[in-house]
């Protein structure tokens, strides 16, 4: 089983986020599960989304201590959260900033993805809102869900151009760290 | 065919295939989206049902009483203070044998306010009458409802059930589930045929005023109508096994209980975690297992004393206490093993939605193995 802990801010999407790329993963045929840390909801406050990956029924429904992959939608949460807890050798951190040279103590053996999402977001969808971005980002670092599940996945929940735009900024990041990767 | 959704969607897919014909309802976390989801289905005309709108939980049970007092078949939906202000019309509804069918996305109870996990709130309504049926995971939720419909309606029994799953654990996780059609439903659960209803042209009464003479008789009745359930669950268990491939003709279910000395008991979403820290237990040589019970009400207490007859120490996991006593599910066990030899510790634990790990559940066994237990898990020391 692998699991992935995305860290954001209440109103950018990291539910939603958990959500799609758990649909895409059982898209692809493995047995998956998604969930909120529940917190009291509120916008910018720190909040957290859980997804687990695994080729047999999930059972269990702890909240994720010791991912193997984590999303930081939100640079600024570097520093009050610490966000790289429980990660270990092997595991992928896939982190939205402009700088890759962020100030963190990263644990040894992680690898990490930075991507300019919010820019990408911003230029695709005309709001600062990276959860679909980095999405991509994700299935290219991970390889967890293929590039057209998670697109089936954005249709499912967006229609139309709307649909279109956020299919349009995954794919923009896939193609970014699918260098990188 | 499995589909993948969140468990409050699943509950509301669920129900409007068992074709409610009132639905009464009033929005409080964690079990809002069933009804938003339920509102939405009637207004899309997809059921055929009458949602009446309501200004609090006491109105929303007392209106399904009297739609199923009418002979509608009826569902509804709360958690945590909801229940709570259904109190009175919970007595009512099993004292007047309505057989109403209600999710409970399991939620604590204030004060302080909590909106997270524990079963304190259904737990609190264990001597109402009402059926009570906790769900693991959000398949066993689904076939649970179609379960009690079919377990409520039987002449023989005629009593409402809450349908228990987890509050958020359950209720927000998107999972994959199966959802029968409408067809396969159809074919298991008949529509509704009322034992008795309101008729304009036979005058009925229901709930009426007992004398001394008569109260007990009823109370007895209602006891032998939950007692009687034991045997329609298992059968209604065993049909839906037979169209569907999942069984549940069990009140309670073992885990790697067959050469175990030490077993969990336990309710709801809690046995999922507990049977994966389980499997790294046995990997490491401790010979643990465990009883999930499925069915609160009726207590299976013979199937518990049967199920365990083989273990020497058992520990309960109550997510709910009965302040000064300890927690019922313990408790109840523990009435269950009394003379077996077998020694039973009780944990009270999750409470207000604290996580349970696997670690927990490993740290809950050597407690027990210890001889140490009937006391609260995980408190935080320092704050007290």
Not at chain 2, 99 to 120: C, E, F, H, K, Y
Not at chain 2, 262 to 274: D, K, N, P, Q, R
Not at chain 2, 315 to 320: G, R, T
Request: one cysteine or more.
């Amino acid at each position: 089983m692998r699991e992935l802990r995305i860290h954001g801010r209440g109103g950018q999407g990291s539910v939603t986020a958990a959500e799609l790329i758990a649909y895409a993963a059982f898209e692809g045929g493995v047995f998956s599960q998604a969930f909120p840390a529940f917190g009291v909801e509120r916008r910018g406050a720190p909040v957290q989304a859980f997804v687990r990956f695994s080729d047999e029924k999930i059972r269990l429904r702890s909240q994720v201590y010791e991912p193997d992959y984590i999303i930081v939608q939100d640079p600024t949460l570097i520093g009050d959260v610490d966000v790289f807890n429980g990660m270990s050798t092997g595991g992928i951190a896939i982190i939205n900033t402009e700088k890759p040279d962020f100030d963190s103590r990263v644990p040894e053996g992680v690898k990490v993805y930075t991507i300019d999402a919010t820019t990408i977001a911003l230029e695709e969808l005309g709001v600062p809102i990276t959860n679909t971005t980095l999405m991509g980002a994700f299935a290219a670092a991970t390889g967890e869900i293929g590039l057209e599940p998670l697109k089936n996945a954005l249709r499912r929940r967006f229609s139309g151009s709307m649909a279109d735009k956020n299919i349009k900024a995954a794919e923009r990041a896939y193609n970014q760290i699918g260098g990188a990767a | 065919m499995l589909e993948f959704m969140e468990g409050s969607h699943a509950v509301a897919e669920i129900v409007k295939r068992c074709r409610p014909q009132v639905i009464a309802a009033y929005p409080i976390t964690p079990q809002t989206h069933i009804v938003e989801d339920l509102a939405q289905m009637v207004a899309n005309c997809e059921i055929d049902a009458e949602y009446i709108t309501v200004e609090s939980e006491f109105s929303a049970l007392s209106a399904c009483l009297g739609a199923s007092a009418a002979g509608s078949r009826v569902y509804s939906a709360t958690t945590s203070q909801g229940l709570a202000l259904m109190f009175e019309v919970c007595f009512n509804a099993a004292g007047m044998r309505q057989p109403i069918v209600m999710t409970i996305a399991n939620r604590s109870l204030g004060a302080p306010l909590s909106i997270w996990n524990d079963q304190q709130d259904s737990i609190s309504l264990r001597d109402s009458g009402w059926l009570q049926f906790y769900a693991e995971d959000n398949q066993e939720t689904v076939d649970l409802h179609m379960i009690a419909y079919k377990v409520c309606e039987d002449h023989d029994i005629l009593l409402p059930a809450f349908v228990c799953f987890d509050g958020f654990i359950l209720s927000h996780t998107y999972e994959p589930v199966a959802i029968p059609t409408q067809e396969e439903v159809d074919a298991y659960l008949p529509a509704f045929n009322p034992y008795q209803r309101l008729d304009a042209e036979n005058p009925l009464s229901f709930g009426m005023y007992a004398t001394p003479e008569y109260y007990m008789e009823f109370r007895y009745e209602v006891d032998r109508a939950q007692q009687r359930a034991k045997d329609a669950f298992i059968k209604a268990g065993r049909e839906f096994g037979e169209q569907f491939g999942r069984d549940y003709s069990a009140l309670v279910e073992g885990y790697r209980l067959e050469d175990a000395d030490t077993a969990l008991v336990a309710m709801g979403s809690i046995c999922g975690t507990a049977k994966d820290a389980i499997d790294e237990m046995r990997d490491a040589g401790k010979k643990v297992g465990l009883l999930k019970i499925r069915t609160f009400r009726p207590f299976p207490a013979q199937e518990i004393a049967a199920a365990l007859s083989g273990v020497s120490t058992v520990a309960v996991l109550d997510k709910n206490i009965s302040l000064g006593s300890g927690g019922a599910v313990g408790t109840e066990v523990k009435a269950a093993l009394y003379g077996s030899g077998i020694s039973v510790y009780d944990y009270i634990i999750a409470l207000g939605g604290r996580d349970v790990r696997k670690r927990d559940i490993a740290a809950v066994v050597d407690l027990a193995e210890k001889g140490e237990g009937d006391m609260f898990y995980g408190l935080r020391t320092e704050v007290l």
